[in-house]
């Protein structure tokens, strides 16, 4: 493979840079080559040598560098490599190397632009030595989870995998793995600092023993004077610490950190760069109070530090959250939206008066001090229009032609800051997030879709009513339209109308049913568009720390998307989807075997999986697949160290109980009994009632961990109890789901009319950190699910009037949530949904039309289908607890009426199996 035209077509499925297939070329001339084998992966290009096997496991080498140096560095890499017939691999672009390099690269992975996979430990020790001169004298960042070959060098080694090895964890997520010598497995962990397992050889006898960072010693003193308390974030540029400032009677300290060739673009800025003029900028607008005052800059070990005034006070988006929650609407009062309001607009003016445009304002930048000050806190972005600059945003505060711009490029015009300020004031005066993914087609203009958010709050909020005209004047998509900052002055200085040229919408506040219908039908379409049979997820699967989910679960995989599949193609409407129901389910019911390791859950297991592909085929009519759902679900084990109703023993419980009533076996009632016994000898009982705790030896996140809500937790828990003691006639389980129930009672944390439940969690109640929630996993949806059907069960007024208090704090809470089921509004109308009809008042369902309507304004057109984002809010998912079905299940009962998915509400009569009809 001599031609350079040959390396491209042997890489032409995913575009290699040219400069890197030249970097590639030059060095293949110099070494003398069989017959070598390239392919690309996004986002890699890989090159083999001939009959390559690569190794499962073993040490392995990375190479690091900047985007400038990248070509070069690939170049004199390549020739040791091509030499010593190493595998290897690079990254493709070097857009893609910046973003390694980049401040929100995951720490565990950057750096990395060279991989090597060599064939033995000799190999390897010989590789390191040989790259290592190869690329002496070039530079690039420290690759935080390897050891350095050399110090000074760019070559760096660790034990980890050589191929994706991944296995089911108990939490239900594919985590990549080691296999120790015993055959046992080990979690492949990137961690941010030099991590190998215990049994792993030494590669060289100075190889040093792993430890985490927090056991490293005492605490850390930099430059004679600083003492570091706390970390405040971590990122790959560096971080960010509180410290104690020995040299002025222990005064609190701010310390932002630079790692060296951080962050680099092709003028050569970098991150410690930016530090620098980060600290020109506090000591330019100190004079003027809203920024911290700049107290010194150090370097220490080869890294930059920058040691500033410590703000106190709440930033913005937590003093909006917490203003707003004292207020029955749950949006802040005008007086104190227009007081913060006018300082923002007063920095903005400053900044531009001194020729400068702040580039990333946003909620995160701003902090509120107790007596109201506001204070921006990160001004190194500040730059003139025009100046070459990284692209820099916040998802949602953008301006459009930001959202375009090239990563590198001339920094955008004053305009660009006032759309920021727009978005700014709009999620100040109703606490909605101004994320909107942008259109593919039909593309609609930003500020019509900023009109829509505003319409959903104007008949609650007076501060919308007052800042309408300025927000919608701001953001608009057009630069040279956008208001200017003392026209917005001059709006708030005055109570007069909108002006002529800006359109304030009509109130709204519900959603039409037109919108509802719009959305379930181009949704449902949408989700049927992406599927995937032919791939090992259905739809594409949600990555976290480099984990992907379980394609069969509820939560995130096609268990769930295909039980509202089912729901769908039971309106009579919808009779064309059984063809793509038909080619969903039959995928599940394939994949379903492919893993050997049944995890039993509700939400992250197989238990809502095979209750999904039993709806499917109910709904298809199939009684093949029917049947395998039935086999499958005897699988599932009805024991679990985990109680609880996502991952463990509550959760295969209910869909015991969903079989048994469904087909009348009695497997299944006796199933469920047992995972019914397990719970009630598992009970804790303490000073605070009745609790359930995962084993501190179970291999899970949630070791150890007690939790009051419904998906880890008392409510969940109690739920499924409350359903066995009334199918089994049991005691014993109807007292411990009134227990629970009362342990709640005691747990709630009301705000005003607001009923609220913390987690639970002992180890974030002794951190201090365990806040009240509304959302279902762990907060107000989901005890109030529970809570409501035990006050039907028993008629006990203590839990409806906590089920009302739930309701009201679902209403206050809806402006700031996300649209899902997990943590957001999905399961809040549900909850909204299930009380109008136990209640028998419309004012429930008004407020859950309310919640569809804070929904809907969150749309986005995605092949051309009205869609919305998912848990991110910057990206359509499709999970049913994470994404796009969860959503459209509240809208489609929301229309049409019906019992609540995953709920059992109707399947089970006192004491009997609805089908089996066995006392």
């Excluded at 680099?264 to 970098?270: H, I, L, Q, Y």
């Excluded at 969150?858 to 998912?870: A, D, F, K, S």
């Excluded at 998912?877 to 998915?901: P, Y």
Aim: aromatic letters at 8%; proline letters at 7%.
């Amino acid at each position: 493979m001599n031609e350079l035209s040959d390396l491209r077509r042997a890489v032409e499925s995913f575009p290699v840079d040219d400069t890197f297939l030249a970097a590639l070329h030059a060095a293949m001339h110099k070494v003398a080559l069989e017959e070598w084998q390239l392919h690309s992966s996004d986002p890699w290009c890989y090159v083999d040598p001939p009959a390559h096997n690569r190794r499962v496991q073993g040490w392995k080498l990375h190479v690091s560098t900047t985007t400038g140096l990248a070509a070069e560095t690939l170049e004199r890499a390549a020739v040791v490599l091509l030499a010593e017939h190493a595998a290897f691999k690079f990254a493709r672009t070097p857009a893609l190397v910046e973003d390694l390099n980049s401040p929100r690269c995951p720490r565990g992975g950057s750096g990395k632009f060279i991989t090597v996979y060599p064939e033995d430990d000799n190999h390897f020790r010989r590789l390191a030595e040989a790259l290592h001169k190869a690329t002496e004298g070039l530079v690039g960042p420290a690759v935080l989870s390897d050891r350095p070959y050399r110090p000074g060098g760019v070559v760096y080694y660790r034990y980890g995998g050589f191929m994706r090895n991944d296995i089911l964890s108990s939490d239900g997520s594919y985590i990549p793995m080691l296999v120790a010598p015993d055959g046992t497995w080990v979690q492949d962990a990137r961690e941010a600092w030099f991590s190998p397992p215990e049994w792993a050889p030494p590669p060289f006898p100075d190889t040093p023993t792993a430890k985490p960072p927090e056991k490293r010693g005492g605490p850390v003193r930099l430059a004679d004077r600083y003492v570091v308390r706390a970390a405040i974030r971590h990122s790959n540029r560096g971080g960010v610490y509180r410290a104690e400032d020995t040299t002025a009677d222990g005064t609190t300290v701010i310390l932002k950190q630079a790692r060296p060739h951080v962050g680099g673009g092709p003028s050569g800025e970098n991150a410690q760069r930016r530090l620098r003029h980060e600290a020109r900028m506090l000591d330019l607008f100190e004079p003027h109070g809203f920024t911290p005052r700049k107290l010194t800059m150090f370097e220490q070990s080869g890294h930059l530090f920058l040691a500033q005034e410590e703000v106190l006070g709440e930033p913005l988006r937590q003093w909006v959250e917490q203003h707003s929650r004292r207020n029955d609407d749950g949006l802040v009062p005008l007086d104190e939206v227009r007081s913060v309001a006018r300082q923002l607009i007063e920095v903005v003016r400053v900044v531009h008066a001194s020729g400068l445009v702040l580039r990333d304002l946003s909620p995160g930048n701003v902090m509120v001090e107790e007596d109201g000050r506001v204070r921006l806190i990160d001004v190194e972005y500040f730059a003139a229009p025009g100046d070459e600059a990284p692209r820099v945003f916040t998802p949602g505060y953008a301006a459009p032609e930001v959202m375009t711009a090239p990563m590198w490029g001339p920094a955008a015009d004053f305009a660009a800051d006032l759309y920021s300020l727009g978005a700014v004031l709009l999620y100040l005066s109703t606490c909605l997030e101004p994320y909107m993914q942008a259109d593919d087609a039909p593309r609609r203009p930003v500020d019509g879709r900023v009109a829509e958010m505003i319409a959903v709050a104007l008949p609650q909020s007076a501060a919308v009513r007052v800042l309408a005209p300025a927000i919608v004047g701001l953001m608009t998509d057009r630069p040279a339209d956008r208001w200017s900052v003392s026209r917005v002055v001059d709006h708030l200085d005055e109570t007069r109308p909108a002006p002529a040229d800006v359109t304030v919408p009509a109130p709204a506040g519900r959603v039409a049913p037109q919108r509802i219908e719009r959305m379930l039908d181009d949704g449902t379409d949408y989700i049927l568009d992406v599927m995937t049979p032919d791939q090992q997820h259905l739809w594409p699967p949600l990555e976290v720390q480099g984990m992907t989910n379980d394609p069969c679960n509820v939560q995130a995989g096609a268990g769930g998307v295909i039980a509202y599949l089912a729901r769908a193609a039971g309106t009579p409407a919808n009779a064309d989807l059984r063809p793509g129901l038909g080619v969903a389910a039959r995928w599940l019911a394939r994949r379903l075997p492919e893993e050997r390791r049944v995890l039993p859950g509700l939400y992250f297991g197989r238990s809502g999986a095979v209750w999904g592909l039993h709806e499917a085929a109910l709904a298809l009519d199939d009684d093949n697949l029917a049947a395998q759902a039935v086999r499958f679900a005897k699988r599932a084990p009805v024991r679990w160290p985990n109680p609880d109703l996502t991952h463990g023993t509550a959760g295969v419980g209910m869909a015991q109980l969903r079989f048994w009533a469904v087909t009348g076996d009695p497997d299944f009632k006796q199933r469920a009994k047992a995972a019914a016994d397990w719970l009630a000898d598992a009970v804790v009982t303490g000073p605070d009632g009745v609790q359930w705790m995962v084993p501190e030896s179970s291999d899970s996140a949630l070791a150890g961990l007690t939790h009051y809500g419904y998906a880890h937790g008392v409510a969940g828990i109690c739920h499924f109890l409350l359903l066995a003691g009334r199918a089994f006639d049991d005691e014993r389980y109807l007292e411990l789901a009134r227990s629970g129930g009362d342990l709640l009672a005691s747990a709630v944390v009301w705000e005003g009319g607001a009923a609220l439940w913390p987690s639970g969690d002992a180890e974030k109640q002794k951190a201090g950190v365990d806040t009240a929630i509304s959302w279902w996993c762990s907060g107000s949806a989901g005890v109030g699910a529970f809570l409501l059907r035990l006050w039907q069960a028993t008629g006990d007024p203590r839990y409806r009037e906590l089920v009302q208090g739930a309701g009201v704090a679902l209403r206050r809470d809806k402006w700031f949530m996300t649209t899902v089921a997990c943590h957001g509004l999905a399961s809040n109308g549900e909850l909204l949904l299930d009380m109008a009809e136990a209640f028998d008042d419309p004012t429930y369902r008004h407020w859950a039309e309310e919640t569809a309507a804070c929904i809907a304004v969150r749309n986005v057109y995605q092949r051309g289908r009205m869609v919305v984002p998912g848990e991110s809010g910057r990206g359509v998912s499709i999970g049913f607890n994470v994404g796009l079905a969860g959503v459209l299940a509240f809208l489609h009962r929301l229309k049409n009426g019906g019992q609540r998915m995953w709920m059992l509400d109707g399947v089970l009569s006192d004491g009997v199996a609805a089908k089996g009809g066995e006392k």
